[in-house]
């Protein structure tokens, strides 16, 4: 089992960047494929990111890339989500997702377990 806590969201007029973090409790993070998602009110939850068990093999969401970057650290059991070039329709509550058994490709929400309890970010216009 893990336990995922988000942080790093908040304000951030359009243009700017914002690094989240997920910090990860419990001994075997590195078994884990991490994934951030988002969900915008009245929208259903979307795949962002995700990032394989080693951290080599990583997967965006096709309208978002080029503008994120996600990496982990498997010593401080974190994984990032940097994000730059905002626009005022990233507005979101992004999360933090883990399964043992998904592979980094999996953009099913349902398909993760483990999840934080989501961090808010706003991109002013």
């Known amino acids: 089992q893990v336990h995922l806590v988000e942080s790093g969201g908040g304000l951030v007029q359009a243009g700017g960047s914002l690094r989240l973090s997920c910090a990860a409790s419990?001994?075997?993070?590195?078994?884990?494929?991490m994934a951030w998602f988002r969900q915008a009110p009245g929208k259903e939850r979307e795949f962002v990111a995700s990032?394989?068990?080693?951290?080599?093999?990583?997967n965006y969401k096709a309208s978002l890339k080029g503008r994120l970057a996600i990496s982990r650290d498997n010593v401080k059991n974190t994984v990032y989500l940097l994000m730059s070039s905002l626009k005022p329709e990233d507005t979101a509550v992004y999360y933090c997702?883990?399964?043992?058994?998904?592979?980094?490709?999996?953009?099913?929400?349902?398909?993760?377990?483990?999840w934080g309890q989501g961090t808010q970010v706003t991109v002013s216009s």
């Open positions: 990032v394989s068990r080693t951290g080599g093999s990583t």
């Open positions: 997702a883990a399964d043992r058994d998904a592979d980094f490709f999996i953009i099913t929400h349902s398909r993760y377990e483990y």
């Open positions: 419990g001994r075997t993070f590195s078994s884990y494929t």
